[in-house]
């Protein structure tokens, strides 16, 4: 379980929602062509999916 003060957690599941909002009324987004709205969304959610992950393989080496 994410703790409270996981910002970065909340920021990416944040991101991951608007995003994926985005796509089910978007049908630029939907054929993966990101349209002018939609594309700083994909990469807001892009750059906190690989801040993420990068984060969790760290603490899997500990
Ligand atoms: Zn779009």
Redesign the pocket.
């Known amino acids: 379980m994410a703790k409270p003060s996981d910002d970065l957690y909340r920021r990416y599941m944040k991101a991951f929602q608007d995003s994926t909002n985005?796509?089910n009324d978007?049908a630029?987004?939907q054929a993966g062509q990101?349209?002018p709205?939609?594309a700083p969304i994909h990469q807001r959610f892009a750059r906190l999916q690989d801040a993420y992950r990068a984060r969790q393989s760290k603490q899997q080496r500990r």
């Open positions: 985005h796509t978007c630029a987004c990101d349209c709205e939609g």
